[in-house]
């Protein structure tokens, strides 16, 4: 597991990578967080030979002919090209997904960008099983902005994850993927196999393939995060395997 606290820039302009895959090769992507003034113009121009995910954090940016609110973001096919505007009155953060190079055909430059639309507003406990849920997990929603059955993601998967107060994720991995979290609002504690870490809003932990993991939500307010998987385009390809109670280091 890897903790990288306060991970989101309180000021404008600002660009940080929380996850820099030049320096950590073992990892199968990276991301990067960016706070952008009002009105500022950038190029966004992710890696001509893999594919990307941009997620609005807050603030308002215009990309691919339309506005983007926070939730709301971008898929970059391989050899896609866009540019976004931040829209005056406030600054945007913006978190990209980096996946690593695919394996599958040429990139072909030129293609269009996808946007990726905002779960539903709503309150209240995120939507889902009140008590144990299958997996391991109760109290959780998850709201799928890219995947391989939604914009054909072939390395990446990207989603709005929820957890009402007290909701939980107990021990389980992912195989074949590495995944990310990113506290937005909330927080509680991420359960590793032999401790438990605090995290709050701001906070980001990368998972790497195959380590044990888990969420348990403070009492009082909601969670929500931003999540997803590096090295695969959907849950059933990165697998998924729950730790055994009687395995279980953590109660």
Same mark, same amino acid.
């Given at each position: 597991?890897? #903790? ?10 600002? @660009? &940080?990578?929380?996850?820099?895959? &030049? ?12 706070? =952008?003034?009002?009105?500022? &113009?950038?190029? $966004? ?10 997620? /609005? =954090?807050?603030?308002? *940016?215009? %990309? ?19 540019? =976004? ?6 600054? !945007? *953060? ?7 190079? %695919?394996?599958?055909?040429?990139? /072909?430059?030129?293609? %269009?960008?996808?946007? #990726?639309?905002?779960? %539903? ?29 939604? *914009? ?7 989603? !709005? @994850?929820? @957890?009402?107060?007290?909701?939980? +994720? ?6 074949? !993927?590495? $995944? ?24 980001? /932990? ?6 044990? +993991?888990? @969420? ?24 998924? $395997? ?10």
């Amino acid at each position: 597991m890897i #903790l990288v606290p306060a991970a989101v820039p309180r000021t404008a302009p600002a @660009f &940080r990578w929380l996850i820099d895959p &030049r320096h950590l090769p073992s990892a199968l992507g990276g991301l990067s967080v960016e706070t =952008l003034s009002p009105g500022v &113009r950038v190029g $966004q121009r992710p890696a001509p030979a893999g594919e990307s995910v941009t997620v /609005v =954090l807050s603030g308002r *940016v215009r %990309s691919a002919g339309r506005v983007l609110g926070p939730g709301e973001g971008l898929y970059h096919p391989p050899g896609s090209d866009c540019g =976004l505007a931040v829209l005056p009155g406030a600054p !945007a *953060v913006v978190l990209t997904v980096r996946a690593g190079p %695919s394996a599958g055909p040429r990139p /072909v430059p030129g293609l %269009s960008v996808v946007p #990726l639309a905002a779960p %539903s507003r709503r309150t209240g406990p995120p939507e889902g099983e009140d008590g144990p849920a299958a997996g391991g997990a109760a109290g959780t929603a998850v709201h799928w902005l890219a995947t391989a059955e939604t *914009v054909g993601a072939r390395q990446v998967a990207v989603a !709005a @994850f929820g @957890f009402a107060p007290g909701g939980s +994720h107990e021990l389980h991995r992912h195989p074949h !993927a590495d $995944q990310f979290f990113l506290v937005l609002a909330g927080g509680g504690r991420h359960l590793a196999a032999t401790r438990e870490v605090a995290v709050r809003p701001g906070d980001l /932990v990368y998972v790497p393939a195959g380590e044990w +993991h888990g @969420f348990r939500a403070g009492p009082g307010h909601p969670t929500a995060a931003v999540y997803g998987y590096l090295g695969a385009a959907s849950p059933a390809r990165a697998g998924y $395997q729950v730790r055994p109670a009687a395995e279980e280091v953590l109660r």
